[in-house]
């Protein structure tokens, strides 16, 4: 499975709040040809979060964690014209699932 960042025509890039992500079993090579061929995706829409953070153990190391979360929101139908870039969100080898934070 890969994640997306979906970054849309007339869009700033400089303001990743309104970049989308998408998540799919298609690698980066089928979805660009079936974009290209079809004219439009349909694929499924996700919210992402992702942190990384370290600490020092009992022994003094420092131990690294990272935390990745690809949460479905619905179907999205991706248009041709309407997409500048799709670029493959990397998910750090071993990612933890992100943590629920406090309300």
Known sequence: MFIYRVMLRGHSGGNPEGDMHVR????????ARDLVKDGFLVTEAVSVRAASSAFD???GNTVMED???A????????VKEAVATLVVHVVPKDAEPMPDLPE
């Open 24 to 31: 799919d079993k298609r690698p980066p090579k089928a979805m």
């Open 67 to 69: 935390f990745f979360s």
């Open 71 to 78: 949460t479905p929101i619905g179907a999205a139908v991706l």
């Open 57 to 59: 153990d009992p022994d």
